[in-house]
């Protein structure tokens, strides 16, 4: 397996901008998470899914941010507008038992 | 919900030293206390983790440590090397109840040869 796939590895946008983040998790793995990684923050909870269903938006900043998982397969992360403090490295994991998260390389989203 | 703070949020040490790394948590309900490293540029992965019913692991030159009553938890590392330099996260969680991971700020961690 390639482990969770997230793609693009780099966005840079302008502010005002739609922007689009993907993940791909580990195949056969029933938990989806999203993170944001910032220095000020560290790790920060977005939203999982659980068996493609939002079991925790909590963390969801605003309303500009919308999380779907369409199917055990994909996950989008949308932010519109963007604004220059999304700025930060998004992190995607999945996991099998809900516990050992296994992350995938991030984007690193600059919003100017 | 669940909030965990870390500390020192940076630790320099001299290679073959040992570095210790100290968190605590506010949610008496978390039995998951897992420590993930990141690497500079690259992703979080775990090292060690721990849970209620044990009060310290070890792996080599890791080990982790639980007080439960005090709800704080530490990673030690032994006989540093420079290739332990790296950021290091704490998190704590209760599977059972389906919350997820909550992550400490982050230590990064210096070892100097």
Known sequence: DAGVIQSPRHEVTEMGQEVTLRCKPISGHDYLFWYRQTMMRGLELLIYFNNNVPIDDSGMPEDRFSAKMPNASFSTLKIQPSEPRDSAVYFCASSFTGVELFFGSGTQLSVL | ?113
Do not use: M
């Not at chain 2, 968190?23 to 008496?28: E, K, L, N, R, W």
């Not at chain 2, 290091?88 to 400490?104: D, E, H, M, R, V």
């Open chain 2, 1 to 113: 919900g669940e909030n965990v703070e870390q500390h020192p949020s940076t630790l320099s040490v001299q290679e073959g030293d040992s570095a210790v790394i100290k968190c605590t948590y506010s949610d008496s309900a978390s039995n998951y206390f897992p420590w993930y490293k990141q690497e500079l540029g690259k992703r979080p992965q775990l090292i060690i983790d721990i849970r209620s019913n044990v009060g310290e692991k070890k792996d080599q030159r890791i080990a982790v440590t639980l007080n439960k009553t005090a709800k704080h938890f530490s990673l030690h590392i032994t006989e540093t090397q420079p290739e332990d330099s790296a950021v290091y996260f704490c998190a704590a969680s209760n599977p059972q109840a389906g919350t997820a991971l909550i992550f400490g700020k982050g230590t990064t961690l210096s070892v100097s040869s």
